[in-house]
């Protein structure tokens, strides 16, 4: 369904779960969508990215620069890590006004050298902050924007299917929401599988369990163990890029990021071990989704037992 908008063309910078998941809405809505991921120059990993990009009707540009030439937005949707790097690469292409939307996961003061430089050019940044996991929600995810040029673009993508809200027009609040934020939640994660690989060693897990049950009894804790397990496991990598900036963030406060370190440290923890196949072979989505959390925690055992971990 066509949708009357100032945007007609829209280009993503990065490829992965949130872009892929955003050419899929945005086609659908007629917008002519060109994408840039690294991955696409390469064989293995590029296949299944260029093979959707293909089915869903997205055009494959071979820069950033490129991309950006041709779009009225630009949404980067990259790892933490790549925040700055892609909005470079993009920058010398947002001339005339040109969107971005910066939705990565990064400190409020990597957001703020990020639009310097596309603002220098003559684009307009917004910082957005995804305020919980996207593939429940697809294009319609809770966004938060930040930046003087958020009031701008707030309607004209949230016409789109988009729930964005502007959080200020101050650069680095809706960051600095979303980083707050993920002190707890991917804190959370990184706790769960400790505790509860911890307890399976014990053979105490489910008086764990029932004991997290009573305390917080609003919450499926087995459902919530086995979807803590396999977000990390899949996404580990992406998940503790996003956590140095978390504590970056701290910093930037005057404090010394503890928890976010560690939790750092426990998701790349488990993104190497991903990357080594503890978790069972990868395919086109990445790796085969299990309900039993347990399995995991075993494979981690195990693991911990042939080696030291941290």
């Known amino acids: 369904m066509a949708i009357t908008s100032p945007l007609k063309h829209i280009g993503l910078a990065g490829y992965g779960e949130v872009g892929r998941i955003l050419a899929e809405d945005l086609t659908r809505h007629g917008v002519v969508v060109r994408a840039i991921d690294l991955k696409f120059g390469q064989d293995s990993a590029g296949d299944p990215l260029r093979r959707h990009a ?21 949404i980067s949707a990259v790892t933490a890590s790549q925040t700055l790097a892609v909005a470079e690469a993009c920058a010398p292409g947002c001339g005339a006004g040109t969107w971005f939307l910066d939705l990565n996961s990064a400190s409020p003061g990597a957001k703020a050298r ?4 596309v603002n220098a050019a003559g684009g307009r940044y917004v910082e ?3 305020m919980t996991s996207v593939p429940p929600y697809r294009i319609r995810v809770p966004l938060l924007l930040g930046g003087p040029d958020a ?3 707030v309607e004209q993508i949230n016409a789109f299917g988009f729930q964005a809200r ?3 027009d101050r650069l680095g609040v809706a960051s600095a929401t979303k980083m707050c934020r993920s002190v707890i939640i991917k804190g959370m994660e990184a706790m769960m599988i400790e505790s509860l690989t911890t307890a399976r060693h014990h053979g105490v897990e489910d008086a764990v369990l029932a004991s997290l049950a009573e305390t917080f009894p609003g919450v499926d804790w087995e459902q919530q163990a086995a979807y803590f397990f396999q977000r990390v496991i899949e996404h580990g990598r992406r998940r503790s890029e996003e956590v140095r900036e978390v504590a970056q963030t701290v910093r ?4 010394t990021p503890w928890s976010a370190d560690g939790t750092a440290d426990r998701q790349a923890w488990m993104a190497d071990l991903a990357d080594g196949g503890l978790f069972g072979p990868r395919d086109s989505q990445g790796f085969a ?3 039993d959390w347990r399995s995991e925690a075993d494979r981690l055992l195990a693991h911990a037992r042939a ?3 941290p």
């Open 307 to 309: 080696a030291p971990n």
């Open 289 to 291: 989704r299990s309900p």
């Open 252 to 255: 930037e406060a005057g404090l």
């Open 114 to 117: 990020a639009a310097q430089g």
């Open 151 to 153: 009031a701008g673009l």
């Open 128 to 130: 957005g902050a995804v």
């Open 54 to 74: 293909a089915e869903h009707g997205v055009q494959v540009v071979a820069s950033h620069r490129g991309v950006a030439e041709v779009s009225d937005l630009v």
């Open 166 to 168: 502007v959080a200020s």
